[in-house]
């Protein structure tokens, strides 16, 4: 068996065995609200369900009382309190969030950081599905986003590289009342207000109505002879080509 055919094995248990899983910011400057029914990294070409993993969340704001023209900006972080195995200790995984001025806001980062039994590494990678969503909704996606993560800090070395997918997720961390009984929003969904299966079944109708409205043309528009022949009428004769 190849290693791409184990590897490939090892990622379908994993997303096989996923629970849904709600990280709630019970700690730091601001609320923060994280659900995930897949929530999966891959390291060095092994995928860990972080849903397995026990953790505890926590908003801050880095810029609190630095910059007040960018105390908007919230980071919610993840940290798994058990190592996941002798190269991936301490993991933390967060998400940027930063709002406007107008109303609106955004994720536009996720992080990864770890001790692999030497050195701490950290990732990053752009989350970039989450953007203009009003600060009084939360933000929803039933669709898989997999986020590439490139290792931060290094200089005259190709950097390493990790992955995260999550998938049926919901995120909020602005207007939130921070507690044990914390709600999300009404939410803003990544398909619209019509899913592409809705376009599939709207265009689909809409050619059958337009091969019946043809249809109901060409039977209308037949005509029926208007002469008939007769024992004292010549023959009709109706010219054809060969």
């Not at 939410?187 to 109901?216: D, E, H, P």
């Amino acid at each position: 068996m190849s290693l791409s055919t184990v590897l490939c094995l090892l990622g379908f248990l994993a997303l096989g065995s996923s629970k849904v899983v709600v990280y709630n910011a019970t700690t730091g400057d601001c609320p923060g609200l994280l659900y995930f029914e897949e929530f999966v990294l891959n390291i060095a070409r092994k995928p860990y369900d972080l849903s397995q993993y026990e953790a505890t969340t926590s908003c801050i704001k880095p810029n609190k009382g630095i910059d007040k023209g960018k105390d908007s900006v919230r980071v919610v972080e993840i940290s798994f309190s058990k190592d996941l195995n002798d190269k991936v200790k301490n993991l933390k995984v967060s998400f940027n969030f930063s709002s406007t001025d107008t109303g609106y806001w955004n994720s536009v980062f996720a992080n990864v950081k770890y001790n692999d039994g030497t050195n701490d590494l950290a990732f990053q990678g752009k989350f970039e599905k989450v953007y203009f969503v009003a600060v009084t909704f939360s933000y929803a996606c039933s669709t898989p986003s997999n986020i590439t993560l490139v290792e931060t800090g290094v200089n005259g070395s190709v950097a390493n590289k990790a992955y995260l997918k999550i998938s049926k997720y919901q995120m909020q961390t602005y207007s939130l009342i921070a507690g044990d009984n914390i709600q999300f929003f009404d939410k803003y969904s990544c398909n619209g207000f019509i899913t592409r299966g809705a376009w599939m079944g709207i265009f689909t109708s809409l050619v059958l109505v337009v091969v019946l409205v043809f249809s109901i043309m060409m039977l209308l528009a037949t005509q029926t002879p208007d002469r008939f022949e007769t024992s004292k009428s010549k023959c009709l004769i109706i010219p054809h080509e060969h």
